[in-house]
């Protein structure tokens, strides 16, 4: 089965957060998500080279954290969404529905950097 680990050098962006929802305009949070979406799609294109899509994909994320401050997995995951949708965008995954894509491990390690680091595997 076909894998791919993708490095971002830092945390899903504060403005995705669903606790900033409110207080982010609609066009800031639409801007930043184009921007998440184009983020990935270079750094996945690199290594995915126009394969074949994943028709069935587990994504599990690892949020690297400097610092000591607490951190909600729950909205860091949640910020990912337009990190999914790049995958979508770029062909490395067909779908993001319950059908084709499962969440595998979810987790955060406190570290001297910031970084979000995605693995997709594909499943049969």
Same mark, same amino acid.
């Given at each position: 089965?076909r894998?791919?680990?993708?490095i971002? &050098?830092?945390? &899903?962006? %504060?403005?995705?957060? &669903?606790?900033?929802?409110?207080?982010?305009?609609?066009?800031?949070?639409?801007?930043? %998500?184009?921007?998440?979406?184009?983020e990935? *799609?270079?750094?996945?294109? %690199?290594?995915?080279?126009?394969?074949?899509?994943?028709?069935?994909a587990?994504?599990?994320?690892?949020?690297?954290l400097? *610092?000591?401050?607490?951190?909600?997995?729950?909205?860091?995951?949640?910020?990912?969404?337009?990190?999914t949708?790049?995958?979508?965008?770029? *062909?490395?995954?067909?779908?993001?529905?319950?059908?084709?894509?499962?969440?595998?491990?979810?987790?955060?390690?406190?570290?001297d950097?910031?970084e979000?680091?995605?693995?997709?595997?594909?499943i049969?």
């Open positions: 089965m894998e791919i680990t993708i971002i &050098p830092h945390l &899903p962006y %504060s403005e995705l957060n &669903p606790n900033n929802l409110r207080s982010t305009h609609w066009s800031v949070r639409s801007g930043v %998500s184009k921007i998440a979406r184009e990935i *799609g270079w750094l996945a294109t %690199s290594q995915w080279q126009n394969a074949e899509p994943m028709t069935r587990r994504i599990s994320y690892e949020f690297l400097k *610092g000591n401050r607490t951190r909600d997995l729950d909205n860091l995951l949640a910020a990912c969404k337009p990190f949708d790049g995958l979508i965008d770029v *062909g490395v995954i067909r779908f993001d529905d319950a059908k084709h894509l499962e969440y595998g491990q979810v987790k955060a390690t406190y570290t950097r910031d979000t680091i995605i693995t997709v595997e594909e049969e």
